[in-house]
């Protein structure tokens, strides 16, 4: 990895989750941490990172800089930062904020790249998307995907489609919490202890997932095809999700997702 010290503005969720996996990595690498709460500061400080009140101080000691503030905040960094960057390559993780928005609040000619990870990125095992702004070039994607990649996997896409991105792994992993939480539900219903249906759902999401992503090729309809006997019980319940529109539903779920997104950048 090249850059030796990677600044972030905002100490939160996200950035401690992509520090820790940094940590785990990279032996020799200084995290430096902003970040408005003391609290949080303090958190940082006692897990041997550098920690500062003000961004101009992150800036100098920083070779890159992660966005990680809550949406809501950015206008109050970036007066800030585009004062203090010195060339850094800027990385945002903020959902919903444009690359142009980004540009325009700092220095002309900045590399920045746009990022959109998702929760499972705190147990190493993110996907992430990544988008590269004007200026940004093959050696900020690498150095984006040095420090993301070790949190999960990456992919780029162009911006035009990070809220289509978003849609299917940034919310992603609500859908599959929902879906066992409706499989929990509906376990209880026929006579099964939460206890029991938790140790059902639980154990047949992971057991299934992971036997899905060991398979060549991820093939989920042939997976699903082996399992279905002819007038056997998957079918009786397969036949129910297809009555229901199963498919389509997920298609306008992923559509709603899509086209949120895009409201809250035309808002933002
Ligand atoms: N969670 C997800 O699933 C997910 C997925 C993709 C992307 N993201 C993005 O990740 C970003 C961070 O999310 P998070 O869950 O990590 O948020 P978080 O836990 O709230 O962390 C943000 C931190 O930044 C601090 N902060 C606010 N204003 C600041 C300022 N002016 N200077 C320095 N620090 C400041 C916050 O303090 P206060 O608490 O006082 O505001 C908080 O400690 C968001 O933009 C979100 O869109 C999240």
Same mark, same amino acid.
């Given at each position: 990895? /090249?850059? +030796? ?11 401690? *989750? =992509? =520090?820790?996996? #940094? ?13 408005? %709460?003391?609290?949080v500061r303090d958190k940082h400080k006692n897990l041997?990172?550098?920690?500062? *009140?003000? =961004?101009?101080?992150?800036?100098q000691h920083s070779d890159v800089i992660v966005l990680? %503030? ?6 109050? &960094? $970036?007066? /800030?930062? *585009? ?11 903020? *959902? ?25 990125? $705190?147990?190493?095992?993110? $996907? &992430? ?9 093959e050696k900020d994607i690498s150095s984006t995907k040095? =420090? ?19 849609? %299917?792994?940034? @919310? ?16 209880? @219903? &026929?006579?099964? @202890?939460?206890? /029991?249906?938790?140790? #059902? %759902? ?6 299934? !997932?992971?036997?899905?992503?060991? +398979? ?8 699903? /095809?082996? !399992?279905? @006997? ?7 319940? #397969? ?19 899509? +086209? ?9």
């Amino acid at each position: 990895m /090249e850059a +030796q010290n990677i600044g972030f503005i905002g100490g939160g969720n996200m950035a401690s *989750a =992509i =520090i820790g996996g #940094l940590e785990k990595a990279y032996q020799d690498i200084g995290i430096h941490v902003c970040d408005a %709460v003391e609290l949080v500061r303090d958190k940082h400080k006692n897990l041997n990172r550098q920690t500062y *009140a003000d =961004i101009t101080n992150l800036c100098q000691h920083s070779d890159v800089i992660v966005l990680a %503030v809550k949406p809501q905040n950015f206008g109050d &960094i $970036m007066a /800030e930062l *585009a004062a203090a960057l010195n060339g850094q390559l800027v990385i945002s993780i903020l *959902a919903g904020v444009t690359i142009k928005q980004i540009e325009a609040a700092l220095p002309d000619q900045v590399h920045v790249v746009r990022t959109m990870p998702n929760t499972p990125m $705190m147990i190493g095992q993110g $996907m &992430i998307g990544m988008a590269r702004g004007t200026h940004a070039d093959e050696k900020d994607i690498s150095s984006t995907k040095d =420090i993301f990649g070790i949190s999960g996997k990456t992919l780029e896409i162009d911006e035009s489609k990070m809220n289509a991105l978003t849609a %299917v792994s940034g @919310s992603g992993p609500a859908y599959f919490f929902h879906f066992c939480e409706a499989l929990q539900a509906a376990a209880e @219903s &026929i006579g099964f @202890s939460t206890e /029991e249906a938790q140790l #059902l %759902v639980s154990q047949t999401a992971q057991g299934s !997932v992971n036997y899905l992503c060991q +398979q060549e090729g991820f093939p989920a309809a042939q997976l699903r /095809e082996q !399992v279905t @006997s002819k007038g056997g019980t998957t079918a009786a319940a #397969l036949d129910v999700f297809k009555s229901k529109d199963f498919i389509d539903m997920c298609q306008q779920a992923l559509a709603a997702a899509e +086209q949120r997104g895009k409201e809250l950048a035309e808002q933002a």
